[in-house]
């Protein structure tokens, strides 16, 4: 248990750090915006280029993972939807907020720090497959919903296609693709350039981890336990459960097994608290209220029901 907590505890006192820093006037929420900037168009780009760059084309893109992610993800983003239909029978602009709460894991800011210390070889692989799943699969699929909740089918088409065609300017998804040909094409950059890329990937864990914190301050949960106790518990412990079965699933009709570490990253992934932008795109229409709560409340808990995943799964 103590392996675990030293595991854990860093994690969460860099973001109370964070949280600190904000309650005492150290940074503002607006500085705090300024490093999350940092941290998505500089930090995290780089780390995932440097880790990308430094194995083959075939160690990479990992079919069973990204199926088995994908699936267990949909399959909870649906029971997730049909239940927001119950949980906000009269407000279906919330539904896809609800559904985007219980599905979409912090894999960058929470997830990679902790797979850092915890599976170092093949941290950075696990969160380029995410980013994959997550920035073309789910993220444009919930998107469109939330923005055309009551349009037509072929509007809602018109409007993923539109999310994955802003994608070529997502600088993740740039540095993922990069990446992912200059490894097929086994070239190799620069020593000047390689260490420059390392420097900056160097600063993505401890910043990520200080931005989160700087986030949640000033978050309250009271008055929206209706909705926020479901979203935690779909996100905490539905997702993690139907990851699972897709994965079992997976192997039972033929797909290669993954390895124990691969395994593992994919468990905690879908274990993980929401995303932090969740509340900044809650706002478009006015649900950043129960967002925030929700936030709060999968980033706490997460401390202890994490430290419980990884203590099962041998960690």
Same mark, same amino acid.
């Given at each position: 248990m103590l392996d675990i907590l030293s595991i854990t505890t860093p994690i969460y006192l860099a973001i109370a750090a964070g949280f600190l820093a904000a309650r005492f006037g150290l940074f503002s929420k607006v500085e705090m915006r300024v490093l999350g900037r940092f941290v998505i168009h500089i930090a995290l780009p780089a780390l995932l280029f440097n880790a990308l760059i430094q194995r083959r084309f075939d160690e990479?893109?990992? !079919? +069973?993972?990204v199926a088995a992610y994908a699936a267990g993800s949909m399959l909870n983003l649906g029971l997730a939807l049909l239940w927001a239909r119950r949980l906000a029978a009269n407000d279906p602009g919330a539904r896809p907020?609800?559904? /985007? !709460? /219980? +599905?979409?894991?912090?894999? !960058?800011f929470v997830g990679f720090p902790i797979m850092l210390l915890t599976l170092p070889t093949v941290a950075g692989v696990a969160l380029a497959l995410n980013m994959l799943v997550e920035n073309i699969l789910l993220l444009p699929l919930l998107m469109s919903l939330a923005e055309h909740q009551e349009e037509t089918g072929s509007?809602? &088409?018109?409007?993923? !296609?539109?999310s994955i &065609?802003?994608?070529?300017?997502?600088?993740l998804i740039i540095a993922i693709f990069a990446a992912f040909t200059l490894s097929l094409l086994e070239l190799k950059l620069p020593a000047a350039v390689s260490r420059t890329v390392a420097l900056f990937s160097q600063a993505s864990s401890a910043v990520s981890l200080f931005v989160i914190g700087g986030t949640l301050y000033g978050l309250s949960a009271k008055g929206m336990r209706g909705k926020i106790m479901p979203i935690t518990m779909g996100k905490l412990a539905l997702h993690p459960l139907l990851v699972w079965l897709a994965l079992t699933l997976a192997v039972l009709l033929g797909m290669p097994a993954l390895p124990a570490d691969l395994r593992t990253a994919l468990l905690l992934t879908a274990a993980l608290p929401i995303m932090s932008i969740y509340p900044i795109l809650g706002m478009r229409h006015g649900h950043e209220g129960f967002c925030a709560a929700a936030l709060l409340s999968t980033t706490t808990l997460s401390f202890f029901t994490l430290s419980g995943l990884l203590m099962f799964l041998g960690h």
């Open positions: 990479i893109l990992n !079919g +069973t993972y907020y609800i559904a /985007m !709460g /219980m +599905t979409c894991s912090n894999s !960058g509007s809602r &088409l018109r409007a993923i !296609g539109q &065609l802003r994608l070529r300017k997502n600088p």
